[in-house]
Nanobody, 116 residues
Framework: QGQLVESGGGSVQAGGSLRLSCAAS????????MDWYRQAPGKQRELVAT???????TYDESVKGRFTISKIDNKNTMYLQMNSLKPEDTAVYYC??????????WGQGTQVTVSS
């Protein structure tokens, strides 16, 4: 029980923008932090951005200045605004959350494709 559902992926040309959403439901304990990961074909899953319960954010250097992570606590919703997209951003993007008890939740992933 408890799940994360991503949405907002799609196909855009380089320089375009997308906004990903993650909706959490059924999580019984407070969430310590939420993250966006991505995995490109043939690559390991990598951490893109993190936001803590207090609102502190962290970004991978490859997306810093282009992506913005945010959340709406009362709606159990997290967003990833992606601007100035590059072909190397092409990947399946996953929502992730960890509660204070240490349990992890993963979304099913949403495809982002950026053409040159």
């Amino acid at each position: 029980q408890g799940q994360l559902v991503e949405s907002g992926g799609g196909s855009v040309q380089a320089g375009g923008s997308l906004r990903l959403s993650c909706a959490a439901s059924g999580i019984r304990f407070s969430i310590r932090a939420m993250d966006w990961y991505r995995q490109a074909p043939g690559k390991q899953r990598e951490l893109v951005a993190t936001i803590t319960d207090g609102g502190a954010t962290t970004y991978d250097e490859s997306v810093k200045g282009r992506f913005t992570i945010s959340k709406i606590d009362n709606k159990n919703t997290m967003y990833l605004q992606m601007n100035s997209l590059k072909p190397e951003d092409t990947a399946v993007y996953y929502c992730h959350a960890v509660r204070f008890g240490g349990f992890h939740y993963w979304g099913q992933g949403t495809q982002v494709t950026v053409s040159s």
